[in-house]
């Protein structure tokens, strides 16, 4: 929970607040960004909703900061709508579930509604009333993890929902040792219809991405839109193991169309196919410039 003793004195004025045990992990700034702002090392709210959609965007981030650093100074009348908004749609069957985790540095998760059994992509928290919503919508299937890092609440996931959880083997550790799906691949795997996952070594050693039905790319920590930079990027200052080698694993993205990246870390980022081809590109060349 906030708490207003520690509240930031770069928050202007008025109920919303962000206090000093922010971890600048951006979730507030990208989720509700007309009211968050990065100032100073930090989190802040810069202007304070004015609209009702403001305010559940708002609401929406502070329940789904990992660090609980966001408060209000009155109890927020429309705290119940905004869980009940979660997961909150991005386009057609596709949901981010909100709830980020400290356990993964707050890194974004999503949900796949799909007739043939619902995908869980990474762990967010495991939120009572996330987990309700989940219910409601068909519960999970799979729990599909990206890589060793983002892997939050997975044990609770699968133990309430009974679900299969998916990691490549060289991503698994003493916390993952009993997932029921381990991942033995080089090459790209035709999981189940419209479902493909790729391996790209390079952040780990055991990173894949999943792309779906041709347009929604999960890249875990991979691939991820800059908005400072306007362009797809890689991590380098975070990568754990080749940076070679995640140049190379970005190359083999090429081959595919897809409409949607959406990462763990870093801004999500939507364009025509022709576009994000034109993006990927760029941020191999970009990558290639660093290698020199």
Same mark, same amino acid.
């Given at each position: 929970m906030a708490r207003l003793e520690q509240k930031r004195e770069e928050n202007i004025a008025g109920n919303f607040y962000v206090d000093s045990?922010?971890? $600048? +992990? $951006?979730?507030?700034?990208?989720?509700?960004?007309?009211?968050?702002?990065?100032? &100073?090392?930090?989190?802040?709210? *810069?202007?304070?909703?004015?609209?009702?959609?403001?305010?559940? @965007?708002?609401? !929406?981030?502070?329940?789904? +900061?990992?660090?609980?650093?966001? &408060?209000?100074?009155?109890?927020?009348? @429309?705290?119940? !709508?905004?869980?009940?908004? #979660?997961?909150?749609?991005?386009?057609?069957?596709? *949901? %981010? +579930? &909100?709830?980020?985790?400290?356990?993964?540095?707050?890194?974004?998760? *999503? #949900?796949?509604?799909?007739k043939e059994g619902n995908i869980l992509v990474d762990s967010p928290k495991f939120n009572p009333a996330l987990v309700k919503r989940l219910e409601e919508m068909g519960g999970i299937k799979y729990l599909y993890l990206t890589h060793k890092d983002d892997i939050a609440d997975h044990q609770k996931f699968h133990d309430h929902f009974n679900c299969d959880r998916i990691l490549h083997r060289d991503d698994i550790t003493s916390t993952t040792q009993n997932i029921e799906i381990p991942l033995d691949i080089d090459k790209p795997l035709q999981f189940e219809s419209e479902i493909v996952i790729i391996p790209v070594p390079g952040h780990t050693k055991g990173h894949t991405v999943m792309l779906c039905k041709d347009e929604f790319l999960f890249t875990g920590d991979h691939l991820a839109w800059s908005e400072n930079l306007n362009q797809?990027?890689?991590? @380098?200052? %975070?990568?754990? *193991?080749?940076?070679?080698?995640?140049?190379?694993?970005?190359? @083999?993205l090429t081959p595919y169309s897809f409409n949607w990246v959406l990462p763990g870390h870093g801004r999500r980022y939507y364009s025509d196919k022709e576009t994000m081809r034109q993006k990927l590109k760029e941020c191999i060349q970009w990558i290639e410039s660093t290698l020199k």
């Open positions: 045990t922010c971890i $600048d +992990c $951006d979730t507030c700034r990208w989720m509700a960004p007309s009211t968050f702002s990065r100032i &100073g090392e930090q989190s802040a709210v *810069y202007e304070q909703p004015s609209t009702s959609s403001e305010e559940i @965007k708002a609401l !929406q981030a502070l329940l789904s +900061c990992p660090t609980a650093s966001i &408060g209000t100074l009155n109890p927020p009348q @429309k705290i119940q !709508q905004a869980q009940n908004s #979660f997961p909150i749609p991005i386009a057609h069957n596709v *949901y %981010h +579930c &909100g709830y980020h985790s400290e356990k993964s540095f707050a890194a974004a998760s *999503y #949900f796949i509604q799909r797809l990027i890689a991590f @380098k200052n %975070h990568c754990w *193991y080749s940076w070679e080698k995640l140049a190379e694993s970005m190359e @083999k």
